[in-house]
């Protein structure tokens, strides 16, 4: 089936102590990107990757790294997090970086940090 | 820089009534636009896109450039159109295909 994956589907953690949320696609889609959804402010743009080896910041990049070594996974990581990245993520790939492209998601990943 | 509002945080209709939810943008340039939908308990996905100008589930939507309006517009709403929807602009970024969504419309269908 093609699809968008994420893991884990839901976090629990402490300030600072780092973690990684995965993000795989079966789709062989070279665009790939993150979202943070918070009440109140719909999604907003994280980073994305247009492709292996590329990637940049969108809207909120602040506290988060990404990395795209394989076209197929897009991790996105919190070296240190803080209360203030409580939020539901959402990791989505597209065939191309085009705007008429549809944007496939992830089921969500919902991270709390105390 | 692109902006996506829908006014509407709630929305909540009898069955078989028409259903209409807002959508405004700003954008300086030609814009892509899209509607995205939640159900409950589910991933989010496309529910239709302006440039194919097609109905899905009974939901169209019109782009008005004049109004900066995409509305998506459904003339008899069903249980089952209950769910979060969200108003999305495209944009080439820096190369990137960056969406931009409003905050989202709960649309409640009640019997």
Known sequence: EAQVTQNPRYLITVTGKKLTVTCSQNMNHEYMSWYRQDPGLGLRQIYYSMNVEVTDKGDVPEGYKVSRKEKRNFPLILESPSPNQTSLYFCASSLLAGGVNEQFFGPGTRLTVL | ?111
């Open chain 2, 1 to 111: 820089a692109q902006r996506v509002t829908q006014p509407e945080k709630l929305l909540s209709v009898f069955k078989g009534a028409p259903v209409e939810l807002k959508c405004n943008y700003s954008y300086s340039g030609s814009p892509e636009l899209f509607w995205y939908v939640q159900y409950s308990r589910q991933r989010l996905q496309l529910l239709l896109r302006h440039i194919s100008r097609e109905s899905i589930k009974g939901f169209t939507a019109d782009l008005n450039k004049g109004e900066t309006s995409f509305h998506l517009k459904k003339p008899f709403a069903q249980e089952e159109d209950s769910a979060m929807y969200y108003c999305a602009l495209s944009s080439l970024t820096g190369g990137g295909n960056k969406l931009t969504f409003g905050t989202g419309t709960q649309l409640k269908v009640e019997l």
